[in-house]
């Protein structure tokens, strides 16, 4: 084996490396911290405002506003909304805690929607039929960075003036043909997380809207309810997007285009070395749908021959970083068995729990790295192969 080849084959390929894309662009973003750091403006700098112009300017939305976290701009999203006890919020379970508990902190009761097999998006006639007349806001979660049938949903929500709330966290510069996610529904809350595709140096969050007063009230409750200083018009929360932060977003954030094409050029290339491997009789690729522009936060697969956590043991084993998103679905957590979704009752969001293993799919990932994924994927198959001949 010649050296080159034996490089290839060796070493670790983690699931997630930040520092790769953050190390590229250490002294942009040190210097704009220091600006900020200089200025002691900590809270409310003009980073926060220009981040919030870059963001809309992204999303093609007229209003963009800071906050503290994705959990708290889908929170603040419900309270523009006033829901409270009695008013009935249809989440997908599939999905990441925080889309089904800022409707359980407000106190509405949360009606777990089902899940298309084919994407791990909520499946619109789930939505449908879980709607009653106490339905007060439909959450849709544009998961892994591929939209949902935010169409579909949006129409059967309209015909009822249900509002609609996306779940952006893990899709910012997605769209459904052609119009961005966030741009959709009433309300886009997006988060900076570290692993989301816009990744901040701790939390952070924004919610998206074309509508002039909800923006209005969104940063009203943002504040404490406060309007002027001290003078207390509602009661609202403190969710403020930190200058800091702000300021390493907002120079991320005109590479977003590029880190979407690395990510978009990583998954065709994860199509072609599976297309070689040979274990389409195990492994299901992850399906695009033909209107989505999908910006891959996440590349699924599915291990449909029930040897997923063998799988996965097996690739940690050797240095593969692989992922379980999600183990547990909402409506079968420990805090939301009180709901009324007993086991069985989705059966397609269980199904996708026991199947999906979520691969190494970040910008700065290389060609070599994803050769030694599937490579290691297609060995676990060959050697398990070769013990059943024996
Ligand atoms: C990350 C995430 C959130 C929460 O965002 P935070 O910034 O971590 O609070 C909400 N929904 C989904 C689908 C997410 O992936």
Known sequence: MSQVTQNKQAGPVPMLDVNRGNQELREEILSALEAVVDSGRFLHGPEVAQLESQVSQVCSVRHSIGCASGSDALLLALMALDLGPGDEVIVPSFTFFATASCAWRLGCKIVFAD????????????????????????????????????????????????????????????????????????????????????????????????IDTMADRLRLLASHGMRPRYYHQVVGINSRLDTLQAAVLSVKIRRLDDYTRARQQNAQRYYELFEQAHVQDSIALPICEPHARHVWNQYGIRVRDGRRDALKKYLQDEGIGCEVYYPVPLHQQQCFQSCGFPTGSLPQTELAAQEILNLPIYPELTEFEQERVVERIARFYRESYSRAAA
């Open 115 to 210: 899940i298309l097999p084919q994407t791990f998006n909520v499946d619109p006639r789930s939505v449908e039929a879980s709607i009653t007349p106490r339905t007060r806001a439909i959450i849709p979660v544009h998961l892994f960075g591929q939209c949902a049938r935010i169409e579909e949903i949006c129409k059967i929500a309209q015909r009822r003036e249900i509002p609609v709330i996306e779940d952006v966290a893990q899709a910012i510069g997605a769209a459904y043909h052609g119009r961005p996610a966030g741009t959709w529904g009433q309300m886009g809350c997006l988060s900076f997380y570290p692993t989301k595709n816009l990744g901040g140096f701790g939390d952070g969050g924004m919610l998206t809207t074309n």
